[in-house]
Nanobody
Framework: QVQLVESGGGLVQAGGSLRLSCVAS????????MGWYRQAPGKEREFVAD???????NYAESVKGRFTISRASVPNRVDLRMSGLKPEDTAVYYC??????????????WGKGTLVTVSS
């Protein structure tokens, strides 16, 4: 069973910074990409950023230049450094892992989410 656990959410003032972390655990042989999505109240879940197994990042236009995604030295961990936070960044942030290969199958997985609140 693969599990994704996020940490690092919280309350921050506009202009501030936060770092989110996500660790995937289980009998994982490889992960094609890990990333972050977010869902604000009353809105659909949207892509924020992801990073491939070889370290290639992709960002939503709304966070380019403010957020940085990286794969940590710890296997199957991804960090999202967020700076210049705006009230519109307030959302539940979900970690994602794509094409996770285990000893039994391959699939996509989601974490349960961590709340980021940016006050004005």
């Amino acid at each position: 069973q693969v599990q994704l656990v996020e940490s690092g959410g919280g309350l921050v003032q506009a202009g501030g910074s936060l770092r989110l972390s996500c660790v995937a655990s289980g009998r994982i042989r490889s992960v094609a990409a890990m990333g972050w999505y977010r869902q604000a109240p009353g809105k659909e879940r949207e892509f924020v950023a992801d990073i491939s197994a070889v370290g290639r990042p992709n960002y939503a236009e709304s966070v380019k230049g403010r957020f940085t995604i990286s794969r940590a030295s710890v296997p199957n961990r991804v960090d999202l450094r967020m700076s210049g936070l705006k009230p519109e960044d307030t959302a539940v942030y979900y970690c994602s892992a794509a094409r996770v290969l285990t000893n039994h199958d391959i699939g996509d997985y989601w974490g349960k989410g961590t709340l980021v609140t940016v006050s004005s």
